[in-house]
Each structure stands twice: as C-alpha cells, then as structure tokens.
C-alpha cells in the first residue's frame, strides 16, 4: 500500500516553485492557483527571499501550491486514485483534501491563503514561538513543557514533540529542559495549534461554511487522532478545530502501519516527513520530492502500488 504524503510549514525553501514551473502545465496552474489565493504564488516561489516566504500568510499557500503541483506532475491528475491513503502535516492537511478529492486545488489553495492570514493575525496579537523538544521519555517531555506553561503542538515521533508558548515560556522550557532531551528554537511566529490561535478559529469556520466539500475517493487521514474520514464535511470541520489542537503525526504513522502501507511518498517540498518515517516505520521505503528530478524515482514507487 502506498502513502503519499504533504509536508507542512517550515518546509519552504527560496527557489521552491521554479524547476516545476519548467514541467509543462505546471504554469498554468500555479497562475490559476495564484488567482484563488490572491496572491502571486509564481514570484513567491522564485524570487522572495526567505524572510518573505516564512511569512505565515506566504508559507501556507506556497506549501500547498508545491504539493499539489508535484501531486499533478507525480500522478498526471486528481484526486490520487493510486494512492492507498493520504495524509498532510498541519496545513498539509489542506493539500491532502485536494490529493484525496474532497476540495479543488484551487479551493485548498484559496482556503490555505485564508488560513495564513487569519493565523499570522492570530500570532500578531501577543509575541509566542515555537520549540522542538528531540529525545527524553514522552510522559517527561509532556511534563516539562505543561510546568513551563507551553503546550504541545505538534507530536511528530516518540522522539519529537514542538512545544508552544510566549517567549518566557519557551526560555523556561529551555532551561529546565527534560532528561534525556535538547529544547531547538524553531523560526516560526507564532504559537500553532495551540489556544492562541483561537481568534482565528470563528472567522476560518465562516470561510469554509462556503465550501463544498466531496467524500474522499482515497483513505484520508486526520491530524487529530490518526483515524481515516470517509466524510467530506467532517474533512473540513476537522481542518477549523485543529487550529487549536495538536497535530498528531505520531497517531498518523501509527494508522499508516495499521493499514499495512509498504511505500511512502513525501510531496514537495518534502523532506522532514520522510525522515520522520524512516525512524518510525523502519524499513518502508519513503521517497522524498524536491524537485522535478526525483519524479523517476518516485514513479518507480508509484508504479509498484498499482
């Protein structure tokens, strides 16, 4: 069974759209892509230099646009039929209803914009960040991050979990650290997926309240506990209230060895989920995409789903 995967923010890199612009059609749908977002996703994607593109409100609908372009140029169209599920990280998830049907690319897209906007407002009111906390037992990572008053906001691994809060918070964490563990600043502003992103919450529901959204045609998993959504409504909601909820990647991979996925495929622009599975699914193959040149290779795993 093969997973194709959509990785989240912190992904981006400058530079990240140019060589798929190069793959014939790829043009035309990242400018019909830029006209959902509101934003032009070509020049984001090729000249912006990293400040502009770690801009939540830029990051969000850059990712998903890289994602699904690479999901075309991989599997020629959508919704990914040869796929045996599908999931994203964070605003991944965005990406993931576009592989699995559930939304347009242009409305994920769309919907992706909107979602960095209100978020990047959300992270404006009150300075908060973002650290990772690599290795220690999970009950005692669990434990310094409540005592410093972060909250967990995303659970990659058993070796893994981002941490959330407002600068002390995030400084208390790092001198008291859990045994066993290293507390890594991430450059991000905000405090994703945690309460602080609540005033963003009401105005995303009213946004995708326009939507119509469509069953999956392929297994698609959630961020919330792992568990594969058969209905397109509860595909959106999920998307409003993980907002302020972790992303549980750990219970996504666990669901992925439950189901028996024997291949794996990280959309561009990938990398961090792929090395997430190759600790944690020992011994599956994952491929990452970066560019158009990993495409043969990653055809090759696609080839053998069928």
Do not use: Y
Not at 36 to 52: K, M, Y
Not at 199 to 214: N, S
Not at 250 to 267: F, K, N, Q
């Amino acid at each position: 069974m093969l997973a194709i995967l959509a990785p989240g923010q912190g992904s981006q890199t400058p530079g990240m759209l140019e060589p798929w612009l190069e793959v014939p059609g790829l043009a035309e749908l990242i400018e019909s892509l830029s006209d959902a977002a509101g934003l032009d996703l070509a020049a984001l994607g090729t000249t912006a230099d990293a400040e502009t593109i770690t801009d939540t409100a830029h990051a969000q609908p850059l990712i998903v646009t890289s994602a699904i372009a690479s999901a075309i140029a991989l599997c020629d169209a959508l919704p990914v039929t040869r796929a045996g599920v599908v999931a994203g990280h964070s605003v991944g998830e965005l990406a993931a209803l576009a592989l699995a049907g559930v939304l347009t690319p242009q409305d994920a897209v769309r919907l992706a914009a909107r979602r960095g906007a209100l978020m990047a407002e959300a992270a404006a009111l009150i300075p908060t960040g973002m650290s990772a906390v690599v290795g220690g037992k999970r009950e005692e990572v669990l434990e310094a991050i409540a005592a410093s008053g972060c909250a967990p906001a995303n659970v990659n691994s058993a070796q893994q979990v981002v941490a959330a809060g407002t600068p002390e918070q995030l400084i208390h964490l790092a001198e008291h650290p859990p045994a066993r563990a290293r507390v890594i600043p991430l450059s991000v502003a905000g405090a994703f997926h945690t309460a602080h992103m609540s005033p963003a919450q009401e105005p995303f529901r009213d946004v995708t309240a326009r939507l119509t959204p469509h069953d999956p045609a392929v297994p698609l998993l959630s961020n919330r506990e792992g568990a594969v959504v058969a209905n397109g409504p509860d595909a959106v909601a999920r998307l409003v209230t993980q907002l302020t909820s972790p992303v549980r990647w750990d219970l996504c991979m666990d669901r992925m060895r439950g189901l028996g996925v024997t291949r794996i495929i990280e959309l561009a622009p990938g990398g961090v989920l792929t090395g997430l599975a190759k600790r944690e699914l020992r011994g599956i193959p994952a491929i990452a995409i970066t560019s158009p040149e990993d495409l043969p290779t990653a055809r090759e795993l696609l080839e053998e789903a069928v």
